[in-house]
């Protein structure tokens, strides 16, 4: 199974706090992204974030367009996050949507992880051949 690596920018962060009360803040958020390496494009993210009073301690689900080349290969599809964190332990995924694809990317599935370091952003994705 090939595998797609390299780096993405936050370029937009729009959030709006739908509920706040103890316990969780739940709030909806618009997400931009540059993609660099093996992904060369742009994507925009909604996703559902929800944010214990713990710092550190959060939780997201949201969806993915990908806009861009994969290995030279252009087209479009959608990812699907899932991430967790809790005292410094961080799990976040993404699976691709099968059947999302589109152009050159029609038939793509995998999925993979996003790794968080400080300010900077890099993936992994597993994806089969097209």
């Not at 969780?24 to 997400?31: D, I, K, P, Q």
């Not at 959608?78 to 332990?89: D, I, K, M, Q, Y």
Request: net charge negative.
């Amino acid at each position: 199974m090939p595998r797609a690596s390299g780096a993405f920018t936050i370029d937009g962060w729009e959030p709006e706090t739908y509920d706040e009360r103890e316990g969780a803040t739940l709030s909806r958020v618009h997400v931009t992204k540059t993609f660099h390496g093996d992904l060369e494009g742009t994507s925009t993210t909604d996703i559902l974030t929800a944010m214990a009073q713990v710092e550190g301690s959060a939780a997201y689900v949201g969806f993915e367009r990908f806009t861009g080349a994969l290995h030279g290969r252009k087209g479009t599809f959608v990812l699907h996050h899932n991430a967790t964190g809790s005292a410094g332990e961080q799990s976040l995924s993404w699976t691709v949507l099968p059947d999302s694809g589109t152009g050159e990317l029609a038939g793509i599935r995998g999925g993979g992880h996003i790794v968080k370091d400080g300010g900077a952003h890099t993936y992994t994705l597993d994806y089969d051949q097209l």
